[in-house]
């Protein structure tokens, strides 16, 4: 019988943080530069956002609470933001995850496995206990989930503090749960890094309830996103012609990608259209094989058969279908 994800015991806490990435130490182990090395280990989209034109201004003048304002306005019209919801740009995904727990007391938080571990770190940091089963003051859900893609029912998202991570949920706009943004206690998590490609630039965005989202705005202070974050989030917001012509390329490269693992022999669990989850009858062996060629991939400590996949750039589909 094939192996499914929650057939695998999966640790949750703040001493267990594995992620993609990280290719210092893939180069260090397998050699080479970090130019000629293809980074299949994260979801970032190959193929990011082109960034505007920055000026002078741009690096040395404050953030402009203008351009604040207006990044606010073209995440509402990009997201179909509620009127009633609130809308914070921040330094990043990672650092509301940081930040989250703390604007309840302490106390149970359910958050189903495997799925992203920041979340159970940051909840464990805060002195919150993970939940095995219901009820539970905190609910965690990625939407779609990392790694196996799972989308999550609006009834499964019931708490008096709910967290729904859409960091990856930019492929498929038509699954958002943007519509309960205006639930009291709910937060909605964005990220830039992915679906734009623009990991390095550092923005994110929460959506929600107002009373949290000014406590989140409150803990971050002023500034906290840069100016040429700002610049760049608002002109990205307001393409929608690229965006609609990113989501075709990223699902015809996605298919490209499951016919050549099922070619040799990988089974698809799952995934998005930014990463795909792969089950391998050796999963270290594949990573090893792929590294030597300088291609680096994403396994799990809970599972000897999972190896998940990112989309190549355009110039390095050749290199991978010849390792594989």
């Known amino acids: 019988m094939s192996a499914r994800v929650s057939d695998y015991p999966v640790e949750t806490g703040a001493t267990v943080r594995d992620h993609g990435g990280n290719l210092s130490a893939a180069i260090q182990r397998y050699g080479g530069s970090r130019c000629n090395w293809i980074d299949l280990s994260t979801g970032i989209n190959p193929r990011p956002y082109p960034l505007p034109d920055f000026t002078p201004n741009d690096w040395t003048a404050l953030p402009d609470s203008a351009a604040f304002d207006d990044l606010q306005i073209a995440a509402r019209q990009f997201w179909n933001i ?29 958050i189903e496995t495997p799925t992203y571990n920041e979340h159970a770190a ?24 990392n790694p ?11 708490a008096p503090l709910t967290v729904i991570d859409e960091s990856f949920c930019d492929v498929c706009p038509d699954q ?14 964005k990220s830039f890094g992915k679906f734009w490609g623009l990991a390095g630039l550092r923005l994110g965005f929460a959506i929600g309830d107002p009373a949290l ?14 100016g040429p974050a700002l610049k760049t ?59 030597h060629a300088h291609i680096w991939s994403r396994i799990f400590p809970y599972s000897e058969n999972f190896l998940r996949l990112g989309l190549p750039p355009e110039n390095g589909w050749e290199r991978l279908e010849a390792t594989l």
């Open 233 to 291: 989030g608002i002109q990205a917001l307001q393409d929608h012609e690229w965006a609609d012509a990113t989501r075709q390329s990223l699902a015809q490269d996605t298919k490209r990608l499951d016919q050549l693992a099922a070619a040799r022999g990988a089974r698809l669990v799952g995934g998005s259209d930014l990463f795909r989850l792969y089950e391998v009858s050796d999963a270290a062996a594949w990573q090893d094989r792929l590294a």
């Open 148 to 158: 196996d893609g799972r989308l999550w029912r609006a009834e499964e998202l019931v």
């Open 82 to 110: 509620p009127d009633q919801a609130a809308v914070l740009p921040a330094p990043g995904a990672s650092a509301l995850i940081a930040q989250v727990p703390g604007l309840a007391a302490p106390r149970w938080v359910k």
């Open 176 to 189: 958002s749960h943007i519509n309960l943004a205006t639930r009291p206690g709910t937060i909605i998590l």
């Open 122 to 145: 940051a909840f464990a940091n805060h002195g919150w206990a993970i939940a095995e089963g219901e009820p539970a003051e905190a609910r965690v859900a990625v939407h779609p989930n």
């Open 213 to 226: 989202i000014q406590q989140l705005a409150n803990l971050q202070g002023p500034w906290a996103v840069s």
